[in-house]
DNA sequence: CGCAATTCAATTGCGCACAACTAAGTGACG
DNA sequence: CGTCACTTAGTTGTGCGCAATTGAATTGCG
C-alpha cells in the first residue's frame, strides 16, 4: 500500500475539523464571561456589529452578512427587540421585507462594546499579525468548503 | 491618539472569532452531506470516531476527548444506542458510571467511514501540511481561550 | 389585467452546546 | 458505623443552526 492504513487517516480527520470546532466552542467560552455584562450572547453580538457597521437594514441582508438564514435571526432578533436594543417594522415599499434598526439603547450599547474586542484579542495570546493570517486562512477554508457544499462530487482518481 | 479609533477594533474582532464561527458551520455542512449515507451528525461521527479508537468507555472519559458534558453527551448516546450502534450499561464496579460500548453494527459502520475524512480533505481543498499547521495553530488557539476561561485576568507585563 | 414563479420572513421540528440542578453511588474520616 | 464531600449521569431550560414548510407580497410574462 502507498496509503497509510485506514486508521490514520481516521485520526487525522479529527484534528482538522475537531480543532475548528474545538476552538469555535472555546471561543463561545470567552465570549460568554466578556459579554455577561452586556446581556448578549455571542450571536446576538454578531447581529449588533453588523447593525452598528451598516445601520439599519432588512433581514435578508444582515443574514448574508453573518451567513444566516431566518429560521435562526428571526427568533434572535425577537429576543433583542424584547431586550430593547432593536425594533423590527415591516418596509414600506416591500410588505414581504423587514427592517431592523437599532433602538437609543442599542445604539448606546455600543459605548460599552468597544471594550469586548481588546478582551478577546487578549485572550486568544495571539499578535494582530497571526490573529489576521489565521482569519485569512480560515476564510479560504470556508469558501473551500462552501463551493464543495454545492458541488459535492468531484471526480475521484 | 496612538490607538486607531474604536471603529476599527470592532471590525477587526469580527474577523477572528467570525471567520472561526463560519469555517466551523461550513465545515458542518460538508459533514452533513458526507454523513448523509452513515445516518450521522457530525457530533455523532466524532463520539463513533473515539469508540472506534479506544473502544468501551465511560461517558466521562467520552467527554474529556471530545471537551463535551452529559448535558451533550447522555441525549447523543440515547440516539446513538436508539439507532442500534452503541449499547449503554451501567459499570459492575462503580454504579455511578456508564460504559459506552459499540455493538457489532456500530463496529461494522467503521467500514463505511473509512472514506469520508479523504472526501472531507478534498473539500478544504488543502494539502497536508497544511492542515496540520492549521490544525497546530487552532490547537494552541483553543489552548489560550480555555485557560483564559478559568483565569479571566491574566497578568499583563 | 390575470396568473405563475419568485422572494422574503416566520414557523416547525430536530439536534447540539452549555449552565444549573438533581439523584445516586463512592470513599474518606471521625 | 455513620456522615459528609466528591464524583458521575441524567434532566431541565435556554439559545443557536439548519432543513423544510407556510403564507404573504412582488415581479414577470403573456
Redesign the interface.
Known amino acids: 500500500m502507498s496509503t497509510p492504513p485506514?486508521?490514520d487517516?481516521?485520526?487525522?480527520?479529527?484534528?482538522?475539523?475537531?480543532?475548528?470546532?474545538?476552538?469555535?466552542?472555546?471561543?463561545g467560552?470567552?465570549?460568554r464571561?466578556v459579554l455577561k455584562d452586556l446581556g448578549l450572547t455571542?450571536p446576538q453580538y454578531?447581529v449588533m456589529?453588523v447593525l452598528?457597521?451598516h445601520g439599519e437594514l432588512p433581514v435578508k441582508r444582515l443574514g448574508e452578512h453573518?451567513?444566516l438564514d431566518s429560521g435562526t435571526l428571526s427568533p434572535l432578533l425577537k429576543r433583542l427587540e424584547a431586550a430593547g436594543l432593536v425594533r423590527r417594522e415591516r418596509s414600506a415599499r416591500d410588505e414581504r421585507s423587514v427592517e431592523v434598526r437599532l433602538t437609543g439603547e442599542g445604539t448606546a450599547l455600543r459605548e460599552r462594546?468597544?471594550e469586548?474586542?481588546?478582551r478577546?484579542?487578549?485572550?486568544?495570546?495571539?499578535d494582530?499579525a497571526e490573529?489576521?493570517d489565521?482569519?485569512a486562512?480560515?476564510?479560504?477554508?470556508?469558501a473551500?468548503?462552501?463551493?464543495?457544499?454545492t458541488d459535492?462530487a468531484?471526480a475521484p482518481s
Open positions: 485506514a486508521t487517516w481516521l485520526r487525522l480527520d479529527q484534528q482538522i475539523c475537531f480543532s475548528l470546532n474545538a476552538a469555535s466552542r472555546a471561543f467560552g470567552v465570549y464571561v455571542y454578531l456589529l452598528w457597521e453573518l451567513r462594546a468597544v469586548v474586542p481588546r478577546i484579542a487578549a485572550a486568544t495570546g495571539l494582530l490573529i489576521q489565521l482569519g486562512r480560515l476564510d479560504r477554508l470556508t473551500a468548503l462552501d463551493a464543495y457544499d459535492p468531484p
